[in-house]
């Protein structure tokens, strides 16, 4: 990955100071799991839940097995209305869950979290924990023996890329519940709606050779390449550029400093356009029985190299090294007609649209560096970056409540369960707006519970009010999916104690230096310096954990 253009969602807030500490706290626990040689064998061999897709809702326009999500026009009317009953019948249900949004109004102030509890059929008591909090807060949480019954463990850096959590293995297998004997194979299909997620979401919940979790799926469409496609018309320019010296005339067309009009938000977002068009590898290449980070390759130079002339090209918004720049707000507003974001970031750019009914967006995908066809695009994770729920010990029964809990939890979009959950009731939280749920102001301030952190539907393409931007969304992902590659230590789910520690110290790292390069403050003869800092620091023994791993798991 190019540390530089990962992107910032909600639940990357966190401060590296905390989030080291986190690492120090876990450091200190004991069990008999966890470690390289444990992920590298023994998980190879777990059985993953069987994937049953839903039939309960049909979409409008169909996914597939490699990971193209299935898309809806408009919400369902009526929804289907999955549950006859509430999952539990009394009783207390903890978790820790995290927020990106404003502490939501407690229990006693919130009718749609007692609405919630009512339609549970039990007292969901929640610590709220908003972002930039959580590694403390999760710090002290783990060093207690008083756990809540559901963890949410993930923690975050600004980049994108996991804090220093060590020995997580270690501290699940101590204190949490191996979930195999109720999810493996064809045990989950007990609990339908889980079932439905896709078994590629479920491969990160697995450490100590058992399921220790229950996922949040995303897609795997990644990060990609936004366009403002009613500028663009307006401009006159070829939206699909097929090379990069195409791709910088774009950009020089797109640009106008008088018109206070860009190319571009940042020159991360170049970054990762350009690694692609040379086919750097997705974070770390496994070739040869040699394990090489991206940012020790020629591609990743080459990049970085053509970046800095697109820089001196002035296609960049001059503020955009500025901290918190406001990079979406930029995109809407037309300074800047690309912008590099996750998928996930398609219906918001609709919902804080600011052009009027003319506003258009798509992605541009990369065309391979000399021309000839389209680039492969980098996968994600298809776990919300690591984001999964972990159940403390408990017995038999206590752990199927929690389950059927999830379960409810995880209904498919285009139920009544899944609307109500992410949107509240019909009138005091949300109107439907054609064919789509809209936010009232009770609803953004009472929902935002951090529910949806503890496990999740599978993902859906659907812009409310918007059908057309769906298929848009729809037909890009079509189009890359098939060709799209995966960081092989994503899809091979391997845990390096080292990388899990040094990855936010490593990644700032490179950060720094690319920054600095680019920006002019130091020359491209740099990042010599900084690769030999990053494999001093901690990237040469990382790679050898992961190396030792994929050694002994056969991989090639």
Same mark, same amino acid.
């Given at each position: 990955?190019?540390?530089?253009?990962?992107?910032?969602? #909600?639940?990357?807030?966190? $401060?590296?100071?905390?989030? !080291?500490?986190?690492?120090?706290?876990?450091?200190?626990?004991?069990?008999?799991?966890?470690?390289?040689?444990?992920?590298?064998?023994?998980?190879?061999?777990?059985?993953?839940?069987?994937?049953?897709?839903?039939?309960?809702?049909?979409?409008?326009?169909?996914?597939?097995?490699?990971?193209? %999500?299935?898309?809806? +026009?408009?919400?369902?009317?009526?929804?289907?209305?999955?549950?006859?009953?509430?999952?539990?019948?009394?009783? $207390?249900?903890?978790?820790?869950?995290?927020?990106?949004?404003?502490?939501?109004?407690?229990?006693?102030?919130?009718?749609?979290? &007692?609405?919630?509890?009512?339609?549970?059929?039990?007292?969901?008591?929640?610590?709220?924990?908003?972002?930039?909090?959580?590694?403390?807060?999760?710090?002290?949480?783990?060093?207690?023996?008083?756990?809540?019954?559901?963890?949410?463990?993930?923690?975050?850096?600004?980049n994108g890329v996991p804090a220093g959590i060590g020995n997580l293995p270690q501290w699940m297998a101590a204190k949490c519940t191996d979930l195999t004997p109720y999810l493996g194979g064809d045990a989950v299909k007990e609990f339908p709606n889980l079932a439905n997620i896709p078994s590629a979401a479920w491969k990160q919940c697995v450490y100590n050779g058992g399921i220790y979790g229950v996922p949040v799926h995303r897609g795997v469409a990644g990060?990609?390449?936004?366009? +403002?496609?009613?500028?663009?018309?307006? !401009?006159?320019?070829?939206?699909?550029?097929?090379?990069?010296?195409?791709?910088?005339?774009?950009?020089?067309?797109?640009?106008?400093?008088?018109?206070?009009?860009?190319?571009?938000?940042?020159?991360?977002? !170049?970054?990762? %356009?350009? &690694?692609?068009?040379?086919?750097?590898?997705?974070?770390?290449?496994?070739?040869?029985? /040699?394990?090489?980070? @991206?940012?020790?390759?020629?591609?990743?130079?080459?990049?970085?190299?053509?970046?800095?002339?697109?820089?001196?090209?002035?296609?960049?918004?001059?503020?955009?090294?500025?901290?918190?720049?406001?990079?979406?707000?930029?995109?809407?507003?037309?300074?800047?007609?690309?912008?590099?974001?996750?998928?996930?970031?398609?219906?918001?750019?609709?919902?804080?649209?600011?052009?009027?009914?003319?506003?258009?967006?798509?992605?541009?995908?990369?065309?391979?560096?000399? *021309?000839?066809?389209?680039?492969?695009?980098?996968?994600?994770?298809?776990?919300?970056?690591?984001?999964? $729920?972990?159940?403390?010990?408990?017995?038999?029964?206590?752990?199927?409540?929690?389950?059927?809990?999830?379960?409810? !939890?995880?209904?498919?979009?285009?139920?009544?369960?899944?609307?109500?959950?992410?949107?509240?009731?019909?009138?005091?939280?949300?109107?439907?707006?054609?064919?789509?749920?809209?936010?009232?102001?009770?609803?953004?301030? &009472?929902?935002?519970?951090?529910?949806?952190?503890?496990?999740?539907?599978?993902? $859906?393409?659907?812009?409310?009010? #918007?059908?057309?931007?769906? &298929?848009?969304?729809?037909?890009?992902? /079509?189009?890359?999916?098939?060709?799209?590659?995966?960081?092989?230590?994503?899809?091979?789910?391997?845990?390096?104690?080292?990388?899990?520690?040094?990855?936010?110290?490593? *990644?700032?790292?490179?950060?720094?230096?690319?920054?600095?390069?680019?920006?002019?403050?130091?020359?491209?003869?740099?990042?010599?310096? @900084?690769?030999?800092?990053?494999?001093?620091?901690?990237?040469?023994? @990382?790679?050898?954990?992961f190396t030792e791993q994929l050694q002994k798991s056969g991989i090639r």
């Amino acid at each position: 990955m190019s540390y530089l253009h990962r992107p910032v969602n #909600r639940r990357t807030l966190l $401060t590296g100071a905390t989030a !080291l500490a986190a690492g120090s706290v876990l450091g200190g626990c004991g069990g008999d799991g966890g470690g390289n040689d444990n992920t590298a064998t023994a998980n190879q061999n777990v059985k993953l839940p069987a994937y049953v897709p839903s039939t309960v809702v049909k979409p409008d326009l169909a996914g597939s097995a490699n990971g193209l %999500l299935n898309a809806f +026009r408009a919400y369902p009317n009526p929804p289907v209305q999955q549950f006859s009953a509430p999952p539990l019948e009394g009783g $207390t249900v903890s978790a820790f869950v995290l927020t990106g949004s404003p502490v939501p109004p407690p229990k006693g102030n919130n009718p749609f979290w &007692q609405e919630l509890d009512r339609r549970l059929g039990t007292d969901l008591q929640l610590t709220i924990t908003p972002s930039a909090e959580m590694a403390t807060k999760f710090s002290t949480l783990i060093t207690g023996d008083d756990l809540p019954d559901l963890i949410v463990p993930a923690l975050f850096l600004p980049n994108g890329v996991p804090a220093g959590i060590g020995n997580l293995p270690q501290w699940m297998a101590a204190k949490c519940t191996d979930l195999t004997p109720y999810l493996g194979g064809d045990a989950v299909k007990e609990f339908p709606n889980l079932a439905n997620i896709p078994s590629a979401a479920w491969k990160q919940c697995v450490y100590n050779g058992g399921i220790y979790g229950v996922p949040v799926h995303r897609g795997v469409a990644g990060t990609l390449m936004f366009r +403002r496609d009613d500028i663009v018309a307006k !401009l006159g320019i070829d939206p699909d550029p097929t090379s990069f010296a195409e791709f910088r005339d774009f950009c020089r067309q797109a640009t106008d400093a008088k018109a206070n009009r860009w190319a571009i938000v940042n020159a991360g977002g !170049l970054m990762h %356009l350009v &690694q692609q068009m040379l086919g750097a590898p997705n974070g770390w290449r496994w070739d040869g029985g /040699k394990l090489t980070n @991206v940012v020790e390759t020629e591609e990743f130079r080459k990049a970085l190299s053509d970046v800095v002339a697109l820089y001196k090209d002035g296609v960049v918004h001059p503020d955009s090294f500025a901290n918190n720049a406001p990079v979406k707000r930029w995109f809407n507003a037309g300074e800047a007609v690309l912008t590099a974001d996750r998928y996930t970031a398609w219906p918001q750019f609709y919902a804080e649209n600011i052009a009027g009914p003319e506003f258009a967006i798509s992605g541009m995908r990369p065309p391979k560096y000399d *021309g000839g066809g389209w680039a492969p695009t980098w996968q994600s994770s298809a776990g919300s970056i690591n984001n999964f $729920t972990v159940f403390k010990k408990a017995d038999e029964g206590r752990i199927r409540d929690l389950l059927k809990l999830c379960d409810y !939890l995880a209904a498919p979009f285009g139920t009544a369960e899944w609307l109500f959950r992410r949107y509240g009731q019909e009138g005091p939280h949300y109107t439907m707006q054609n064919g789509g749920p809209v936010y009232t102001q009770a609803g953004v301030s &009472q929902t935002a519970l951090g529910i949806r952190y503890i496990v999740d539907a599978p993902d $859906t393409i659907f812009i409310p009010g #918007r059908p057309e931007a769906t &298929q848009a969304s729809y037909d890009y992902q /079509k189009t890359i999916i098939d060709t799209s590659v995966a960081d092989p230590v994503v899809a091979n789910n391997l845990f390096s104690d080292e990388w899990s520690r040094k990855q936010p110290t490593l *990644g700032q790292l490179v950060l720094n230096g690319q920054n600095d390069i680019i920006a002019g403050r130091q020359p491209l003869s740099h990042l010599d310096e @900084v690769i030999a800092n990053w494999r001093s620091q901690g990237g040469d023994k @990382v790679r050898g954990e992961f190396t030792e791993q994929l050694q002994k798991s056969g991989i090639r």
